[in-house]
């Protein structure tokens, strides 16, 4: 594979040549379709990835088919990390694309053997591991602590608040990232637009007042 | 990132069932031999109806979120 593949992902520029060198060695990429199934939950972690372009989704389905996506992925975002470090090896979550996606593709056993050999890959994937559970603590927190309103205010704001803007959401998407259904995350931007705290035209939402938003984050489900 | 003007249909998932298009409180969708297309004028509020009731994911309504030009506190120091 071409050693330039690697400077689309961002975070391996902090790599030393010979690191780079050896990932480019075993590393080879795929191109996958908007709603492409790449991983099952529960099926033995076969392979990690890197994202080079697009934008895809970590899911988990409840018995009754509910939807909670764990965790969205864009350009430089490892993929299965976690389940290929973990001890039963199972693909912790269903992974899908969102867009036409680009990936970097490791095998667990070139993946292991990397992080073996080369410890500033190691440190890198650390870092990553830290960020993730950083984030999933966060999730677990919004989910047990703070009301759908709250999840859906500190939502638009974080969406807001990315650089660069990330791809669209759609209403259920948004629903199944902040753990409610469609309907609800519908009718409370209804009543944030007659609150005045967002406008919508299209599909453009624009977040109008940070304070009074920041507040609704804060609302506890009591 | 320009904004969505109307929402995106991917004919290829589209199963013919006509929801969209009979049920569009616009009426900006009108069935064709190869499933809906937006009628000229555009009538289109995005107002999202037609997403939520396409039973084969067809129909793709995103939202982009940002900051308006009167969001911040002005910080006068
Ligand atoms: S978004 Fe609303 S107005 Fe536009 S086509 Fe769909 S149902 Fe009709
Ligand atoms: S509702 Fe969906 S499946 Fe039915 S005609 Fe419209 S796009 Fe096609």
Not at chain 2, 7 to 33: F, G, K, Q, W, Y
């Amino acid at each position: 594979m071409e050693n330039d593949v690697l400077s689309k992902i961002p975070m391996f520029s902090s790599l030393q040549p010979d690191t780079r060198l050896a990932i480019s060695r075993c590393a080879f990429t795929r191109q996958l379709a908007p709603g492409y199934t790449l991983l099952i939950e529960g099926m033995p972690a076969e392979h990690g990835y890197f994202l080079i372009s697009g934008e895809a989704r970590a899911l988990r389905m409840n018995p009754e088919g509910r939807v909670q996506v764990l965790a969205r992925f864009s350009n430089g975002d490892p993929i299965n990390l976690i389940s290929l470090l973990s001890k039963d090896k199972a693909n912790r979550a269903t992974i899908e694309t969102l867009s036409e996606v680009t990936v970097l593709v490791l095998s667990a056993s070139d993946f292991h053997r990397l992080i073996n050999r080369f410890p500033d890959f190691s440190a890198l994937l650390l870092h990553q591991l830290a960020t993730r559970l950083a984030k999933m603590t966060d999730l677990a927190a919004d989910l047990s602590l703070y009301a759908v309103r709250a999840r859906l205010a500190r939502f638009l704001i974080e969406l807001a608040d990315l650089k660069p803007s990330p791809a669209g959401w759609t209403q259920d998407e948004i629903a199944a990232h902040i753990g409610t259904v469609r309907d609800v995350v519908g009718r409370l931007l209804r009543d944030f637009e007659a609150a005045g705290l967002i406008q919508r035209q299209g599909g453009q939402i624009t977040l109008q007042n940070r304070d009074q938003l920041a507040a609704v984050a804060q609302e506890q489900d009591l | 990132m320009a904004d969505p003007i109307t929402p995106s249909i991917n004919l290829s998932l589209c199963n013919h069932c006509t929801l969209c298009a009979v049920l569009c409180p616009e009426d900006a969708l009108t069935m064709r031999e190869q499933g809906p297309v937006f009628n000229i004028p555009l009538t289109c509020t995005y107002c999202l109806e037609c997403e939520g009731l396409c039973p084969t994911g067809a129909i793709r309504a995103p939202l982009t979120v940002t900051w308006g030009a009167q969001s911040e506190s002005i910080n006068l120091s």
